[in-house]
């Protein structure tokens, strides 16, 4: 163990690695730079070959190993564990990293207990020398420093932690597909239906602009309107967890500590309260905006521009305003 080398795992979305992928390349890089390695990644799926291979080397992977067997989809820990443990024994990264998603934040554990090392999740930075990385905790109002006695450090990272490389078709690197270890009598679950709701539009995870709605937003009438602002700015729409429990917009929706975490470029807080267990999930945004009718809402210390005043009033006039300036 400990060649420097870096494996990362990528998750697909349509056959392409997602945009959360991307970032843990360019983050793999600077590591396998600082520890005289390469960048492997570990690419498994039903009908994964040279193309996303391609993909990635052109994203900064060094080597791409594929693996192509529809027992990889849906994600099931029972059918991956088998292939990524032998790839790790074969590569002996120093550290392997994966997206913190449901798939990542699944199987991280699970690996790490395999090789017997440990695992670190939901991280957003990293010292590159020392392998030592930062998250959140305490529901986000503080940062932790986790480093490993063990090899190889495993950690989940957070999306929009790392600018992913631009993309370059000029590199090069080897695309070795591979076949998979595992067998289906592995398989200890059955996956017998999927109930899946995606929204429409621009993955909340991958928007520049969220518009997110809270207790104060009203109903499912000041969602609707959220989403035309979301529209004329190409942003998605997000919420906090008492609006998505009364039923006013789909869970998906959810943003902070129990929900999902975003780091957007431009955050609009429409009648959010900024709980802790909120902000976890929307603090790293680069510009938050909040409206609120209470001039001392908690909200107002994260936000860089505040409006006191009732969002249902405002929101209306901020879309016909944004729609103009757009024309
Ligand atoms: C373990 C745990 C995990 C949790 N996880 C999450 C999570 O992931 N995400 C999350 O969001 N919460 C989470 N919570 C809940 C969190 O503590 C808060 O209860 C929640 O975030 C509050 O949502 P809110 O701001 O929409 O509602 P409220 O706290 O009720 O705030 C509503 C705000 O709207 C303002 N307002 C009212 N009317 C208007 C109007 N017309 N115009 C403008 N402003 C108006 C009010 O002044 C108020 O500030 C969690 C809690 C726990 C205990």
């Not at 520890?35 to 570990?42: L, P, S, T, Y």
Request: glycine share 12%.
């Amino acid at each position: 163990m400990g060649t420097g080398n870096i494996l990362a795992v990528v998750e697909l979305e349509e056959g392409a690695p997602t945009q959360l992928t991307l970032e843990l390349i360019a983050l793999a890089s600077v590591i396998a730079e600082a520890k005289g390695g390469k960048v492997i990644a570990a690419c498994l799926g039903a009908g994964v070959g040279e193309a996303v291979g391609r993909d990635l080397i052109a994203g900064g992977a060094d080597e791409v190993h594929t693996v192509d067997d529809e027992l990889f989809e849906p994600y099931q820990a029972d059918a991956w564990l088998p292939d990524l443990e032998a790839l790790s024994s074969e590569v002996g990264p120093v550290a392997i990293l994966m997206p913190h998603t449901n798939v990542g934040a699944d199987l991280a554990p699970r690996l790490a207990f395999r090789l017997g090392s440990s695992a670190a999740t939901g991280c957003v930075d990293v010292d590159a020398e020392d392998l030592c990385f930062t998250r959140p905790c305490y529901g986000g109002i503080a940062r932790e420093q986790v480093s490993f006695r063990s090899t190889p450090a495993i950690a989940t990272i957070e999306a929009k932690s790392f600018d992913a490389l631009p993309r370059d078709d000029t590199r090069s690197g080897a695309v070795i597909a591979r076949d998979a270890a595992v067998t289906p009598d592995r398989i200890r679950t059955r996956v017998v239906e999927r109930d899946t709701k995606r929204a429409a539009g621009v993955r909340l995870e991958n928007a520049n602009v969220i518009v997110a709605g809270g207790r104060g937003i009203g109903g499912p009438d000041g969602f609707a309107d959220a989403k035309e602002l979301a529209d004329v700015l190409d942003g998605a729409v997000g919420a906090s967890r008492v609006a998505c429990d009364l039923g006013w917009c789909p869970p998906g929706y959810q943003i902070g500590l129990s929900g999902k975490t975003v780091a957007p470029d431009l955050y609009i807080a429409l009648g959010i309260s900024g709980a802790g267990q909120h902000m976890a999930g929307c603090g790293n945004a680069k510009t938050i905006v909040a409206i609120n009718t209470d001039k001392d809402a908690d909200i107002f210390a994260s936000a860089r521009f505040g409006v006191v005043g009732d969002c249902r009033e405002i929101l209306p006039h901020l879309v016909e305003e944004m729609r103009s300036i757009k024309r």
